[in-house]
């Protein structure tokens, strides 16, 4: 975008909101209980909501769009509540959830049990830390091409735009609808405070909504307090509008891309964000800031604290608490822990810590997702050779030809790479057998079906697909609600698929299981437990893959409980053994196998 454009964008940002502008319907299309907590049962809503605004309002385009017979622009947004089956039993608190690319992100933020986390995109309940405190949530898309029905208008060289800013819009209205509306609102009567909480792309969305002016509307503020996680160091374009189908802001910030729009553009530290004419106009919100530690390094968050051209850090609002998560890391080592265990989720963003542990003489294990730096010890899976087992598998079910989909797990992340290449690296060997088409379901079933659903119409007739793990029940119902036949899926050993193989086994479906065991915690932990112990460790020590068979399905699924994974419970002995094993350089076929809990 030129420059010129760039600063129309922000003259238009900072002229005054106009006050007519609302959500004028809810319209519910389904609601189905959720679970029973600690404050009484919540329900899961499926809604639509309608909201108009006022051509006059300081969006881009929008002044261009089309009205209604009221002279009003009309968009539509999809709208998820998790909310008490008797409102007002709750604490009175509204948490909106503002989705990244589409999918929830406050169950796993907020719900994830250690054990198993849950991926950006679902809402199961997991540990329930929400709802048995009481919260509503909604999630409130508002993002270009996951949902919203945005308006429209033609530029002066003839080009169909879409006025994006509205999705600034929709999250301000529903949030107001939500806690103001009296009639046809879910909520009514039960809110006193509204929350948001947004993740990377939506932390920098949030940021963005602050400076517009966004968060204030006829003279009071929207939300009462932000959760801002991993924004980086910027905000976001949303109010340039774009041609679709993406959105203007889908684009992901990266090294290779410094000028990125938004997150590399002031204001940069919140203060300054307070201090703009959109910000100012009312009572600040409490601002909680999160970041991560390759974030405050190298995604220019540090900017945050330091602004455009600082070398100390400034001052921090009244209002702001910002958590750089080098501070938790260090106080491990100042605390004195003789062994730090940690799944380190990025190759390298934490390898700095864990040298300034190592170097403190403190014993690092790392697991399953594992961290680089050489001094740590790896508790490993080969992932790749997960890939190779179920590719190997499907080529002798299919007969060594057929159409494959692929699905992967959470982009950028090294587990799945590490299992896409094995797979891709073992097709090489299977002429016959053709990849026709790869989505991304996150290891989650809902958004598996979601994303399997959106490419089946575009595929020829597919008769394997290749999984991750957790997402071999949301291919099924992606096919099933497609009337396609159902073809060969490798299970990922969560209990919901485990169900639905015995049932389709009874009926002669082929296929198999296989996945990491969350049980891999327990051996890190013994591992740690057996250096501090002074036994001799080796600085890799893998772990086999859990692999269920037909012959021992019925057994696994025995003590796989609803909502879980099937995983063995390893002991201290299983650990030693397996530690022998490794030393004794066994290979990963020729380790001590997992065993079903007795």
Known sequence: MSKAAKVMTLMLAGLPAVAVAEV???????????????GGRFVRIEAEAIGVLSPAEAI????????????????????????????????????????????????????????????????????GFLQNRGYAVAVVQWELGEGPALPTFTDASGRKLYAEGVGFAAVRDVALFLRNATQGNPLAGAIKHTYAVGYSQTARLLKSFLVNGFNQHGGKAVFDAMHIVNAAGGGMPLLDAGPGPASVASETPGHANPEHRGVHEEPFTYADVMKSPGAKKGKAPLIVVNHTYNDYMGGRAALTRTGAKGTADLPIPANEKMTPTAGPRQNLVLEGYDAIVVDAASPTALN???KEACDAGIIVVVYDSLATEPCAIKVNVDYRDYGIQETNFMAQVLGKKGNILEIRGVAGSQVDIDISAGINDTLKNYPDMKKVGTVYGNWDGTITQKQVATILPTLPQ???????????????????????????????????????????????????????????????????????????????????????QEDTLDAWLAKTPEGTAATPRYTLEDTV??????????????????????
Not at 24 to 38: E, H, K, R, V
Not at 90 to 117: E, K, T
């Open 60 to 127: 881009p385009g929008l002044d261009k769009a089309a009205r209604n017979a009221a002279g009003m622009v009309e968009y539509r947004t999809p709208v998820t509540l998790i909310i008490p089956e008797k409102p007002r039993s709750g604490n009175g608190a509204l948490l909106i959830d503002v989705p990244n690319r589409g999918r929830p992100i406050s169950h796993g933020l907020y719900n994830s049990p250690r054990s198993r986390p849950i991926a950006v995109g679902s809402l199961d309940q997991g540990t």
């Open 577 to 598: 053994a397996l530690i022998d094993a490794n030393n004794a350089g066994k290979k990963p076929s020729e380790l001590p196998a997992p065993k079903i809990p007795q």
């Open 24 to 38: 004028t319907a809810l319209n519910i299309s389904s609601t189905t209980p959720y679970g029973d907590f600690a």
């Open 352 to 354: 700095g810590g864990i």
């Open 462 to 548: 597919v008769d394997g697909v290749l999984t991750q793990g957790g997402d071999g029940y949301g291919a099924y119902q992606a096919f099933k609600a497609a009337g396609r036949p159902i073809p060969v899926i490798i299970m990922g050993n969560r209990a919901d698929e485990l169900v639905l193989w015995k049932e389709m086994k009874a009926k002669g479906y082929k296929t198999y299981s296989v996945s990491s065991a969350p049980g891999i915690s327990t051996i890190a932990f013994w591992v740690a437990q057996q250096a501090l112990a002074g036994k001799k460790i080796p600085n890799l020590v893998n772990v086999p893959l859990l692999a269920i």
